[in-house]
């Protein structure tokens, strides 16, 4: 992963090593993190959480302002999906999984890290993917909400509708002959 620069979080880059097409609400993946042991021992004192977050990928923000990448991360609208917060930990790596939520819309997505000090504040951040977010990719599709039950459900009831509404106008209709 990537962070501010410089590599503070290590990511394994095998797990997403191809293009994936992940289904909303079905599939799930595995998330893992840790700190880069190049760095000098300490440099984590001020971690104390991680936030997880779910990222669109710049050919799923173009032409929608409200996905708009920022450098201010007060104002970044880049990762607007909360994946997890697990507290930060000293051990080489931290894994966990998680399945795809079924209100995510279609789009192609990554994985960020977000290092929270004591404080709430961002710290550092690594991410899955290189600086111009194009490796390391996958797309969610989402649920269409429609399946062969649901069909055949409203297939059944606009049927039901249509022999009500003939009954009644056909009752209608002798009532007012016998009148």
Partial sequence: MRAYGADLLTYDEHVIA????????????????????????????????????????????ADRGWRKTDDDLSKDKTCQFGVAVRPYTTTNSTSFEYELSRELPTATYFIRAYVLDFDGKVVAYGQTTDDRKAADLFEVVEISGRSLSLDIAAGCFSTFSVLLLLLFFVADRRKKAKE
């Fill in 18 to 61: 191809c293009f994936l097409v992940l289904g909303a609400g079905e599939d799930k993946i595995t998330v893992s993190w840790g700190l880069n042991r190049s760095l000098p021992a300490g440099a984590d004192e001020a971690y104390k959480e991680v936030e997880v977050r779910l990222c669109y990928a710049p050919a799923s923000q």
